[in-house]
């Protein structure tokens, strides 16, 4: 019968049938898991609880912990954070990694970083392989042909006592993009666009297989860019077949398989695509040309809109938009203090934010600065850049990307999640206006009451110099 | 864990869409390396006028008097989105709910639930959005009785059986060890490159 990438993943992955499912249900699997990727903030606590609970990980080589999450990214970091206890959660983490024998990226380690960034640059995640992490953003990692995805902490403890998951077998969704993306529109722009088109719950309980000319086409950052926000649209993961540029990207990273593995890996990683005539529960077509550069408006991914556009109406919503409610855009509207109709290009912002596992790797950082160089961020704005990993900070620095950053007058940060999120530590301030290459805007992700607008990186930087939302494509305009 | 097999209860509606986990336990919240000791923290951002000081906000559904002991959460669509953190999970039982009715959940979030003994319910929350009235969930039966009605629910096997034995998984998963190390050795085998790799260490 013909298979879909998924159901290769899954059936040699599949230990067993838990249930088989009727009515809808696809059944639960108990799935063996190749890697097990942690961090600091819910990591730890997996760790910790397997411990009390008196039991041993199965095998520690499959295991990797990074520190990310509540670590500072100031210049001259260590143990101490911002963050009220984040002390205790680095170095409970650590001495519980340690203790199990996992691999350690500590602070310092040139392999440390955003977990989602250091997974793929040191090739601890693969095609054809099953991978977890108790953080939502791990379809990131899909992109590389792997089956990725985020798990609560006790899926955690589970998968390290057990090596395997009792997984509810998802529905499958082909989103097929085709055509070129027009000049100066960016994966991010193409990640908003389809959550604005689908809706926030509109991958729920599916796996997603993003395919077609366009994601060919596409860089392995941009395809991770684009799988990043597949936890947006409340999908199970999203997952891209590997291909020639996979391979080429992976081979000579840490943990890339070499010499005769090297070729065995290449002959299994051809079998990984959807056959011609697999069927999938739902498909969706895009066309390319139809995505604009994006920015959100609201307080849901979803809430996004063409840059050169407006804050929608909600009696007269985009014809490509998802369905949303009254309550909902409303609330958004309130909390972002907008009005409906207000030009999005313009809007004063208080802060530039360039960061987080959808867009801090080096292509990232070089359109960025590809913007500012020779410019200079605008008199009250507090920009910020965090590259994803301790190697695209020190692969920037040796482009001198850093220089063009600081002399446009950003910050300089170390490697890690930082200000994506607001962990009781560094935060924007209420009701700051921050334009950000992160994934979410919810209420308060960045800082109680802070306001959040979504954006690619070119888009950040462009904003930055010009004091309000701007359109990286006209900069003699800035 | 607690078995789940009936629950009878009066129900706290919060049916907004896309109630997201830094909503329902906010980061600074999480404070400690620790399962215990968040219910306190429970939508602190909307419970709390002012949230250093711990000042209730009179107006929201959990400081109003009739949903006191609500040992049920009315949720609307997409509830639990965003952070995978299970301390939202967390901070839901521990402030006392064992189930939500919400017309749609997160996946991560609705499997969370489960793995503490939270029954998350896909239903139309409306009908049960009545102050005072006693909602009966029967889990067996799959069903929720309230003012002489009856709704069937959906839920999968899996869950069912997690939820109604009050199951550890891991403890059950590991009975399936036998195969899980055939299961591995045949891997071995097959897929050498996914287990030589790990070995290899420092950068190269
Ligand atoms: S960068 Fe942001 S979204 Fe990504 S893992 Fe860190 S906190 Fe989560």
């Given at each position: 019968?013909?298979r879909?990438?998924?159901?290769?993943?899954?059936?040699?992955?599949?230990?067993?049938?838990?249930s088989?499912g009727?009515?809808g249900?696809?059944?639960?699997?108990?799935?063996?898991?190749?890697?097990?990727?942690?961090?600091?903030?819910?990591?730890?606590?997996?760790?910790k609880?397997?411990?009390?609970?008196?039991?041993d990980v199965r095998?520690?080589?499959?295991?990797?912990?990074?520190?990310?999450?509540v670590?500072?990214?100031?210049?001259?970091?260590?143990?101490?954070?911002?963050?009220p206890?984040?002390?205790?959660?680095?170095?409970a983490t650590?001495?519980?990694?340690t203790?199990?024998?996992?691999?350690?990226f500590d602070?310092?380690d040139p392999?440390?970083?955003?977990v989602?960034?250091?997974?793929?640059e040191?090739?601890?995640?693969l095609?054809?392989?099953?991978?977890?992490?108790p953080?939502?953003?791990?379809?990131t990692?899909?992109?590389l042909?792997a089956l990725?995805?985020g798990?609560g902490?006790?899926?955690?403890?589970h998968?390290?006592a057990t090596?395997?998951l009792?997984?509810?077998?998802?529905?499958?969704m082909?989103?097929?993009i085709?055509?070129?993306?027009?000049?100066g529109?960016?994966?991010k722009?193409?990640a908003?666009?389809?959550?604005a088109?689908?809706?926030?719950?509109?991958?729920?309980?599916?796996v997603?297989?993003?395919a077609?000319s366009?994601i060919?086409?596409l860089?392995?950052?941009?395809r991770m860019?684009?799988?990043?926000m597949?936890?947006?649209l409340?999908?199970?993961?999203?997952?891209?077949?590997?291909?020639?540029?996979t391979?080429?990207?992976?081979?000579?990273?840490?943990?890339?398989?070499?010499?005769?593995?090297?070729?065995?890996?290449?002959?299994a990683?051809?079998q990984?695509?959807?056959?011609?005539?697999?069927?999938f529960?739902?498909?969706?077509?895009i066309d390319a040309?139809?995505?604009a550069?994006?920015?959100?408006?609201?307080?849901?991914?979803?809430?996004?809109?063409?840059?050169a556009?407006?804050?929608p109406?909600?009696?007269?919503?985009?014809?490509?938009?998802?369905?949303t409610?009254?309550e909902?855009?409303?609330?958004?509207?309130?909390?972002?203090?907008?009005?409906?109709d207000?030009?999005?290009?313009?809007?004063?912002?208080d802060?530039?934010?360039?960061g987080s596992c959808?867009n801090a790797?080096?292509?990232?950082?070089?359109?960025?600065a590809?913007?500012?160089?020779g410019r200079?961020?605008?008199?009250?704005?507090r920009?910020?850049c965090?590259?994803?990993?301790?190697?695209v900070?020190?692969?920037?620095?040796a482009?001198?990307?850093?220089?063009?950053?600081?002399?446009?007058?950003?910050?300089?940060?170390e490697?890690?999640?930082?200000m994506?999120?607001?962990?009781g530590?560094?935060?924007?301030g209420e009701?700051e206006?921050?334009?950000?290459?992160?994934n979410?805007?919810?209420?308060?992700r960045q800082?109680?009451?802070?306001r959040?607008?979504?954006?690619s990186?070119?888009?950040?930087?462009?904003?930055?110099?010009?004091?309000?939302?701007?359109?990286?494509?006209?900069?003699?305009?800035? | 864990?607690?078995?789940?097999?009936?629950?009878?209860?009066?129900?706290?509606p919060?049916?907004?869409?896309?109630?997201?986990?830094?909503a329902?336990?906010?980061?600074?919240?999480?404070?400690?390396?620790?399962?215990?000791?968040?219910s306190?923290?429970?939508f602190?951002?909307?419970?709390?006028?002012?949230?250093?000081?711990r000042?209730?906000?009179?107006?929201?559904?959990l400081?109003?008097?009739e949903?006191?002991?609500?040992?049920?959460?009315?949720?609307?669509?997409?509830?639990?989105s965003?952070?995978?953190?299970?301390?939202?999970?967390?901070a839901l039982a521990?402030?006392?709910f064992?189930?939500?009715?919400?017309?749609?959940?997160s996946?991560?979030?609705?499997g969370n639930?489960?793995r503490n003994g939270?029954?998350p319910?896909?239903l139309d929350p409306?009908?049960f959005?009545?102050?005072?009235?006693?909602?009966?969930?029967?889990l067996p039966?799959?069903?929720?009785?309230?003012?002489?009605?009856?709704?069937?629910f959906?839920?999968?096997?899996?869950?069912?059986?997690?939820?109604?034995e009050?199951?550890?998984?891991i403890?059950?998963?590991l009975?399936d060890?036998p195969?899980?190390?055939a299961?591995?050795?045949?891997?071995?085998?097959s897929?050498?490159?996914?287990?030589?790799?790990?070995?290899?260490?420092?950068?190269?």
């Amino acid at each position: 019968m013909a298979r879909t990438l998924f159901d290769k993943l899954w059936d040699a992955h599949l230990v067993r049938n838990l249930s088989s499912g009727e009515d809808g249900d696809g059944g639960t699997g108990l799935i063996a898991i190749d890697r097990i990727l942690l961090h600091e903030r819910t990591g730890g606590i997996a760790l910790k609880a397997l411990e009390e609970s008196g039991r041993d990980v199965r095998d520690p080589s499959r295991v990797f912990v990074t520190m990310d999450h509540v670590v500072d990214t100031l210049p001259g970091r260590g143990d101490r954070t911002i963050m009220p206890t984040g002390t205790d959660f680095i170095l409970a983490t650590r001495e519980a990694a340690t203790r199990a024998g996992a691999t350690l990226f500590d602070i310092g380690d040139p392999r440390q970083g955003i977990v989602h960034v250091i997974s793929p640059e040191n090739a601890i995640v693969l095609p054809g392989l099953t991978l977890v992490c108790p953080d939502s953003h791990t379809c990131t990692q899909g992109a590389l042909g792997a089956l990725a995805w985020g798990i609560g902490s006790s899926e955690a403890e589970h998968a390290l006592a057990t090596g395997t998951l009792r997984v509810n077998r998802p529905k499958q969704m082909r989103v097929t993009i085709s055509g070129d993306l027009a000049e100066g529109v960016t994966a991010k722009d193409l990640a908003l666009y389809v959550v604005a088109r689908l809706g926030s719950g509109g991958g729920r309980a599916h796996v997603i297989e993003y395919a077609g000319s366009t994601i060919e086409a596409l860089p392995i950052e941009a395809r991770m860019t684009l799988c990043n926000m597949a936890t947006e649209l409340a999908a199970f993961t999203a997952v891209i077949a590997p291909d020639a540029s996979t391979a080429a990207w992976l081979e000579g990273r840490t943990y890339a398989p070499r010499g005769e593995d090297w070729q065995a890996a290449l002959a299994a990683w051809a079998q990984l695509s959807t056959d011609a005539d697999a069927v999938f529960d739902r498909e969706v077509a895009i066309d390319a040309a139809d995505v604009a550069p994006m920015v959100s408006w609201g307080t849901a991914p979803q809430q996004s809109a063409p840059l050169a556009g407006r804050v929608p109406r909600l009696a007269e919503p985009a014809a490509d938009a998802a369905p949303t409610t009254p309550e909902a855009h409303g609330r958004a509207l309130v909390y972002m203090d907008l009005a409906e109709d207000t030009a999005l290009l313009g809007l004063a912002i208080d802060a530039a934010f360039i960061g987080s596992c959808t867009n801090a790797r080096l292509p990232d950082l070089r359109a960025a600065a590809g913007i500012l160089a020779g410019r200079k961020v605008a008199a009250g704005v507090r920009a910020i850049c965090v590259p994803g990993s301790t190697r695209v900070k020190a692969e920037a620095e040796a482009e001198g990307l850093d220089k063009v950053f600081l002399a446009a007058g950003f910050e300089w940060r170390e490697a890690g999640c930082s200000m994506c999120f607001f962990s009781g530590g560094e935060s924007f301030g209420e009701e700051e206006r921050v334009i950000s290459t992160t994934n979410r805007n919810f209420e308060s992700r960045q800082g109680p009451r802070t306001r959040t607008h979504l954006a690619s990186p070119a888009t950040v930087a462009a904003s930055a110099i010009a004091g309000r939302i701007a359109d990286p494509r006209k900069l003699e305009a800035l | 864990m607690e078995p789940f097999l009936t629950l009878t209860s009066i129900a706290a509606p919060l049916i907004r869409d896309n109630v997201d986990t830094d909503a329902i336990i906010p980061s600074r919240e999480m404070k400690s390396v620790s399962k215990r000791g968040l219910s306190a923290g429970l939508f602190a951002g909307w419970r709390y006028t002012d949230v250093d000081a711990r000042v209730p906000n009179p107006e929201f559904v959990l400081n109003r008097p009739e949903y006191a002991g609500a040992r049920i959460l009315l949720g609307g669509a997409n509830f639990g989105s965003g952070s995978s953190r299970e301390h939202a999970v967390w901070a839901l039982a521990e402030y006392g709910f064992r189930a939500v009715i919400a017309a749609g959940f997160s996946p991560i979030f609705r499997g969370n639930c489960i793995r503490n003994g939270v029954l998350p319910i896909v239903l139309d929350p409306r009908p049960f959005n009545e102050p005072g009235h006693q909602i009966e969930i029967d889990l067996p039966a799959q069903e929720i009785r309230a003012a002489g009605q009856t709704w069937p629910f959906d839920i999968d096997e899996e869950a069912k059986l997690m939820l109604t034995e009050g199951l550890d998984p891991i403890a059950l998963t590991l009975l399936d060890g036998p195969m899980i190390d055939a299961h591995e050795s045949a891997d071995r085998q097959s897929r050498p490159w996914a287990w030589s790799v790990l070995s290899q260490g420092e950068p190269a």
